[in-house]
């Protein structure tokens, strides 16, 4: 089955109480049972869930996985992937990360004889050489937040094989449909289901595909344990969106192919990050691993200054200036105070991340409308 055709069908069947031809909401905290243990699969809603089911075999089909878990958003699902883990062992991650994945592995699971290198892999032989007996997973972000850096996703994971170490890429910028990270080696794909996959800013939700169901049972029983899952209605949203994923990431990718083209021109951008550029020092890799270029777009205003940066991003009509991303709807952000604020300001300096560094999630209105709205941004400067 093509990826077109999985958005639509995979795992998904009509009802077979009613014929609806939508996932219904199952909305329980619990199922009747004939006698003690004998039921239809169904005990108690923390533990399943049909919705949440479907959504999971759905998910599972896109990444090409096992299976998948879902979770009450992004973060919960990096959180039981942690759980995974052990006091002393220590893990190795994109040095350009999502500010609340720095947060969450150097806050809270630091203080729990978690150790972390924030490393840049964009070379897979110096990261060889950062694998020591103690590193258990690799953590990988391609395109990274907010740079846009890419890592080699295959050469990495057969360099982690090679030591006996576990991967994780979180695939949110991508989406399944520019990318299936299990097919290149990876032991797991974790998403933010809030962005891309949901694509309509109105649900949150996390998700993470398992390339070997022994993999995926471990996180099931770590996600019945913990409790941290989305509800019914959480997961009907997901569903609902990712029947147009592959048309939404298109057009997204498409309208960010022309803003990238229109900033690096703009006398007062001075830098711009995007995958799809020749220059780009990702664009080979991005050729190899991805369908297309991706829906997010960075640049450094030429003034690096707060002010400037703050100027743009309240000008701004059509692109809602807001967190977040993957939406229909274009937004704009400034990730040294939004994203990725938990990042002290040295560290962010070392990746790149400027003062004025803007962040666009290009969504999928009328490409010429968004390109006047930035350049009447532009002219209030």
Not at 275 to 304: C, N, T, W
Request: proline share 5%; glycine share 8%; aromatic share 8%.
């Amino acid at each position: 089955m093509k990826f077109d055709t999985k958005v639509i069908h995979a795992g998904i069947d009509p009802d077979p109480a009613t014929g609806a031809i939508m996932t219904p909401i199952f909305q329980t905290s619990t199922y009747v049972q004939r006698t003690p243990g004998d039921h239809d699969g169904y005990e108690y809603a923390r533990t399943q869930n049909p919705t949440r089911s479907v959504l999971e075999t759905n998910l599972a089909a896109l990444e090409n996985g096992s299976a998948a878990v879902c979770f009450g958003s992004g973060l919960a699902a990096m959180d039981a992937v942690l759980k995974l883990l052990n006091p002393g062992d220590e893990i190795l991650a994109t040095d350009d990360l999502y500010g609340g994945s720095y947060r969450l592995i150097t806050k809270i699971y630091e203080r729990f004889g978690l150790k972390v290198q924030f490393i840049d892999m964009s070379d897979p032989s110096a990261v060889a050489e950062k694998i020591t007996e103690h590193t258990k997973l690799l953590w990988i972000e391609t395109p990274t937040n907010p740079m846009l850096k890419l890592v080699d996703i295959e050469a990495i994971c057969k360099v982690a094989k090679e030591k006996g170490v576990r991967t994780c890429v979180d695939n949110t910028f991508a989406s399944p449909y520019l990318q299936t990270p299990l097919d290149l080696g990876a032991d797991l794909v974790l998403h933010s289901a809030t962005k891309y996959l949901g694509g309509h800013s109105d649900v949150v939700l996390g998700a993470v595909v398992a390339k070997t169901q022994e993999l995926a049972d471990q996180l099931y029983f770590i996600q019945n344990a913990s409790g941290a899952v989305p509800g019914p209605q959480d997961c009907f949203l997901v569903l609902r969106g990712i029947k147009t994923l592959h048309l939404r990431v298109e057009r997204a990718c498409k309208n960010a192919k022309k803003i990238a083209k229109y900033l690096v021109m703009h006398p007062k951008v001075a830098n711009v990050y995007w995958p799809g550029f020749k220059d780009h020092p990702g664009y080979e890799i991005a050729k190899k691993q991805m369908r297309h270029f991706g829906g997010m777009v960075s640049f450094d205003m030429l003034e690096d200054t707060m002010e400037v940066a703050n100027k743009v991003l309240s000008s701004t009509v059509l692109f809602s200036l807001a967190e977040s991303l993957g939406g229909v709807e274009s937004l704009i952000g400034h990730p040294a105070t939004m994203t990725h604020a938990s990042i002290p300001r040295p560290e962010r300096l070392k990746v790149g991340l400027t003062d004025s560094l803007i962040r666009l999630s290009v969504g999928i209105e009328d490409v010429d409308d968004l390109l006047e709205d930035l350049e009447q941004a532009f002219a209030n400067l």
